[in-house]
């Protein structure tokens, strides 16, 4: 099971971003745990995932959390996040992956 992390500032901008990548996930046929936590949540569930994707909101800690952790991670795609785009976010995080 592939694990990905979301992170904003609140936790709520990106809900309906996991829904719409749980949804992608699923029509594949990747089983996937998706969820999505405040900026203050972070660091505490950053081990838990495979990746990380952050909110453009938070591009100026991305260096800082890059530093705790060995986890992959990277600011989500300016139009995917705009739009919502569960597909092209999911491929994000699957490329990351490796």
């Not at 719409?20 to 405040?38: C, R």
């Not at 800690?61 to 996040?81: C, F, G, H, R």
């Given at each position: ?9 609140s ?20 089983e ?66 490796g």
């Amino acid at each position: 099971m592939k694990k990905i992390l979301l992170a904003c500032s609140s936790g709520m901008s990106t809900s309906l971003l996991v829904t719409k990548m749980k949804d992608h996930a699923t029509s594949i046929g990747d089983e996937a745990k998706i969820w999505a936590v405040g900026q203050d949540q972070v660091v505490t569930e950053m081990d838990e995932a495979d990746v990380i994707l952050i909110g453009p909101q938070m591009r100026f800690l991305l260096d800082k959390l890059k530093a705790q952790t060995s986890t992959p991670i990277e600011v989500i795609d300016m139009m995917a996040y705009g739009t919502a785009n569960g597909k092209a976010a999911y491929e994000q995080a699957m490329k990351l992956m490796g």
